[in-house]
């Protein structure tokens, strides 16, 4: 098998005839989900999760088939292959131990010839006793005083998913430090972070494997200005998380502390590495950041082990590719019910779109079919105040709702209309799936659903370390799992590059007029000229 | 001339014909930007914006034949008939004069037999005297201490559009008060919020035009019990806006003040009504918020006024239907290149998903091709960090970049790689569409970039209150003006009913279960009955 080959295989083949059934009016939503056991037939648990897919356009003989094209794909072998050390990431010739990350187990992981897992280990209790001296306050500010603020400078893989970990579990945040993000290179971010934090008892914490990203970069240097006016030293206020022998583990420039990152883990999938676990053991306390490793682990663990059938993030990715490639939807909603989650469409939408939104295979040739699902969210109940108008009567899109038994803070025992505040949430992420699935008749054209428009829906018992660590992985390991059908690198990220570079020659530029102001721009492409001419001059230069 | 007829059109045949063109690999976007006139041809100014659309699939023809269609579907005059009165919220028989709140014009605006303009100029100086006296200290908290922070309670279109006012505008905030939102019914929000603000200085801003929103409901009987247990009283400590004699509005509950809302203006065009005046003006001084109307008034009759050919927000919606219609692209990613923007794409993702997410056309009438875009966005360089890989590498989306000339904060003069923080966003900027529309060759095919990419760029010189006026009004304009040639409705929202009734339903047995924990759950449908167990008893119930 190769990976282009996809289209020609007779398990893809068959699941076009698959969809053309049920795209058959006996097969709306609405009569498949009156079947007294549907729930039970279409729906998962492990890794203490619960994920329902009864509310998708499939039916047993769908499944069957998306389980064959799973298994002539070979994708839990890839995985293993994955969690092993292979070098899976064939463009950069590295592997993808992201799962090693959070693996408790005595077992050896294997890079090449060197077992990578003492260094994981050994990082892991560096960032144990960091976080611990500084929850003692051996580690502190200025003064000795406590430290009151960690600003974390990174910018996409280095911030997004600390960002969903902490926003998710800011309810256990009980360490009297609140966690600051400085990621975009706009001067109002820096400003804003600049005015809000007490100077002698901030810790900037600044990751980047190579510390060259231009962002952080440029945002480093506002912070050693700003510490340097408040007559602070980088080697009490700064700590670094970076590759060994970055420009941010130089001797000549000491820091309090340089926590190591390792080629074999993306950014998209390094929360579980020092990039998160440095951030989140200040934030939180490291018991909590390895309660949440460890719920990762779990996942990793049934992601590896559970058959085809039963596998969530395995049946997860089969049914984005059937969304994607069999019915023909563009986009995917991520709408959990609960804010404290109103960051993880934000992580995923980096993770599953950065990963997969390629255009070539593995064996190097390019892209035949749609891969890479559009995805955007906002929790529920907002986005029903937003965007579900279009979800109901527009244009349809698929929904993974996500839902949380217990909130993570306590309830007023006060009731509106009968309920708890949590309650009426619930109510309405139960409401809204059945409502997209059924649809309704109306004599009023304006009011009629047509109903037939799928979502799964995944529950967590709550918002604990361990369900946010699953949650993560099932996630991470869905993105995995569909790039393994699509038979495309989920680890490489060539797409970034051309505008870098375009924004390089473009600084130079600049550079030169802020050198010389008599500088005129006489660039060849009368666009770029313009864009230049309007930032120094104005916008009425034109 | 219907509204349903739009593809039998000679206008919208010939457009086909005109995308078939723009297909052919002669006119990809490398090859079009290279003409010298490119962007003198494909640009507008106007309303203090600039649009570059120079980067859009398009040529001269092809916009010739946009705005044909456009004279086809008298978007003009509908444009007209909207700002004069006319019921075109037909299915509500209601109008639609969210114009009519920013006229500073002496000039009569008649809903019927009646002009409205008294009652506008009316409440915006209520607003002007009651933030006056908030200012002056007049009205006070508490033992007359100067209120700190006002929390506004609403959802969807009674807090999005107030929120991307607040956020773009926070720079000039220095009436030293803090502005909080609460919007989710989720416990969490109230809980993060109640522990946040000093009750005595404290003003609720309850926002609903019915009061009778489920969310908004539970959050004020939550904020009514605050204030209960801080022996504070709503008469000091709660304003309204809502319609005149709601529940909002009951003298047997009084509240300090209420400011009425009307039946003309929907929800998501609200924000330069009172809905956004009340909280706005309290925050940023009444003198910015009449700035902001200033600058959004002066898009309105941009938008009434400018012939179709240089009229800036009618060419947008013209290129919105042509991607979407006619090159086939379902989204549209927002990315603004400044922080302070970072709640614009919220809220044009409901402006717009809310108003054009429809099935049906304004004569009753199945709307037969895809209407409604999915809006969705991070501002830059973050989205580059994130999703942008895809945009440059996989499914295609087309991208409204947004870029500000002038920074909301003082630089520093540190320069990193010779440039300032502001000057590297820009350079950002300005890369990302170039190298989108571009493209590169590669004989690596991993970083080969195929280009053709569409989007379009609109540029502001700076985040004053009149610049973020005439960016609102410019998205409302656009967003009407879609529905125009569609033949939709993009006032009404009956998509969100369905929803809304079945959890009313399920409510219901939850609050008998609340009364008596005996109530066994044994409704006819197994999944409805499978998450209420689960609610109540736990995910193990299953």
Known sequence: MTDHDLQSLPEWTKL?????????????????????????????????????????????????????????????????????????NTTENRAALHTATRSFSDD????????????????????????GEFHDGKIAGHDRKPFTDIVVIGIGGSY???????????????????????????????????????????????????????????????????????????????VTVTSQ????????????????????????????SAVGGVPLSLYLGYDRFAEFLKGAEEMDIHA??????????????????????????????????????AKLS???????????????TCDGKPVKIDCGTIIFGEPGTNAQHSFFQLAHQGRPFPIEFIGVLNPACDEYSIKSKGVTNHQELFANLMAQSQALATGKDDTNPAKFFSGNRPSSTLLLQDLSPKNIGRLLAFYEAKTVFEAFIWGIN???QFGVELGKVMAGDIRREMAEKNKNPDYLFDNRDPIRKFYLEALFGGMDRR
Do not use: C
């Not at 992981?109 to 990578?116: K, L, R, S, T, Y």
């Not at 997860?316 to 991520?334: E, R």
């Not at 934000?346 to 070539?360: C, D, Y």
């Open 346 to 360: 934000a992580h995923v939408q980096q993770l599953s779109m950065e990963s997969n939104g390629k255009s070539v």
């Open 16 to 88: 076009a005839g698959e969809a053309g059934r049920m795209k058959l009016a006996e097969n709306h939503l609405k009569n498949l989900i009156r079947q007294g056991n549907r729930l039970k037939a279409f729906s998962l648990a492990g890794a203490g999760l619960f994920y329902d897919f009864s509310r998708q356009r499939l039916d047993r003989e769908s499944v069957n088939a998306l389980v064959r094209l799973a298994k002539a794909r070979e994708i839990k072998a890839r995985f293993e292959r994955m969690m092993s050390g292979d070098h899976v």
């Open 490 to 492: 989920p680890f490489d």
């Open 304 to 341: 590896r082990t559970a058959p085809e059938e039963t596998n969530i993030p395995l049946m997860a990715a089969l049914i984005s590719v059937w969304n994607n490639n069999f019915l023909g939807y563009p986009a995917l909603g991520l709408i959990p019910y609960a804010s404290a989650l």
């Open 160 to 238: 997004l998913g600390t960002e969903f970990v902490a926003t998710a579990l800011s309810h256990l945040a009980d360490k009297g430090v609140r966690l600051h993000f400085l990621s975009n290179v706009d001067i109002d971010n820096f400003g804003a972070i600049a005015a809000r934090v007490p100077a002698e008892t901030t810790l900037w914490v600044v990751i980047s494997k190579s510390y060259t990203t231009a962002e952080t970069t440029a945002n480093t240097v506002l912070a050693l200005e700003f510490l340097k006016e408040n007559g602070l030293d980088p080697k009490h206020h700064v």
């Open 245 to 272: 022998g970055s420009p941010g583990d130089d001797p000549k420039n000491p820091v309090l502390k340089t926590f190591y990152m390792f080629d074999y883990i993306g950014g998209r999938y390094s929360v579980t």
């Open 108 to 131: 050896p992981v294997m890079d090449g010839n060197a077992d990578i897992m003492p260094a994981i280990r050994a990082i892991r209790d560096e960032i144990r006793k960091f976080s």
